[in-house]
């Protein structure tokens, strides 16, 4: 059995690689399962892919495991592909999603919009312990609408629409089924199965 460390301590995107790789034969710890301190990666690339690469190298590098790391956020059409590479941080330093999404907002309103087609991305890179890479990406398209709607989710789902419902109205598996992170997990798992042969 392979085991893999996720570069994330994030118990949902656990859950959500654990579900998609269920049918192979590895092992998903994630960083919150390894005892010691690890320095964090620095994730300062210009694309969600470099990012993600960057990690999966750190980590992989650090815990001696093969390590699959993720790296997704929203781009805007209307404001020039913001937030990008900086969704998660998009309000400063303390960011949390309430002040991201505050931002998000004034910034449509500021350019007397009342919405904007939008995308989410998600690149994904796992390192194996002999250093090799496999990569995968996927997005999500909609519209950015001033209006939230919906409690499930998280991060800018109240105000992404695929159709007439927020990312937020969606169920889980409603999600998985159509989202960034779905889309790159599933493209993972081929590749996967094929690299463990
Ligand atoms: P990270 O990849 O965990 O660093 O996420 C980057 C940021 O992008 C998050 O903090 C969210 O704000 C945003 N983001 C990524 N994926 C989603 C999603 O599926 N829904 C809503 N926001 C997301």
New binding site residues.
Partial sequence: MTRIVIATRNKGKVREMQNAFSDLPVELISLADIDGDIPEAVEDGVTFMENSLKKARHYQEMTGMACLA?????EVEALGGAPGVY??RYSGENAD?TS?NAKLVAELRKRGLDSSPAA?QCALTLVDREGRVLQTQGSCEGIIRLEARGNG?????PY?YVGDRS?AELTLSEKDAI?H?GEALGKMAVLLKEHLK
Avoid: Q
């Fill in positions: 993720d790296d997704s956020g929203l969704s998660a999603d991201n989410f989710g998280f991060g800018y789902d992404f990312m989202s992170r």
